[in-house]
Nanobody
Framework: QVQLVESGGGLVQAGASLRLSCAASGGAFSTYGMGWFRQAPGKERDFVAGIVRGGSTTYYADSVKGRFTISGDNAKNTVYLQMSSLKPDDAAVYYC????????????????WGQGTQVTVSS
């Protein structure tokens, strides 16, 4: 069983930066593909960014490419999502998730989920 705990959400102005953290239990970062998803009210949960187990490769949704960076710290067993140039459209609950597969963009392929952290972007 993998436990994921997100933190770092908050209220920021458009154009600002924010870093989300996902603390994972029991070596998850080196064992599972990790991803960030987001869900705005009334919308589906969308893929944002992913990192393969061990962190050698990252991949992004087109909507955040060039603005968001996913990274991981194996020693701390933590995955980060650095978000820059935030837009009001980025506002959502952000979820960290772990998958038995690498390079997964589908939420259906992720087995473990955190509780989510709210990101609000004011214009």
């Amino acid at each position: 069983q993998v436990q994921l705990v997100e933190s770092g959400g908050g209220l920021v102005q458009a154009g600002a930066s924010l870093r989300l953290s996902c603390a994972a239990s029991g070596g998850a970062f080196s064992t599972y593909g990790m991803g960030w998803f987001r869900q705005a009210p009334g919308k589906e949960r969308d893929f944002v960014a992913g990192i393969v187990r061990g962190g050698s490769t990252t991949y992004y949704a087109d909507s955040v490419k060039g603005r968001f960076t996913i990274s991981g710290d194996n020693a701390k067993n933590t995955v980060y999502l650095q978000m820059s140039s935030l837009k009001p459209d980025d506002a959502a609950v952000y979820y960290c998730a772990a998958s038995h597969y690498d390079s997964s963009r589908s939420s259906n392929l992720y087995t473990y989920w955190g509780q989510g952290t709210q990101v609000t972007v004011s214009s």
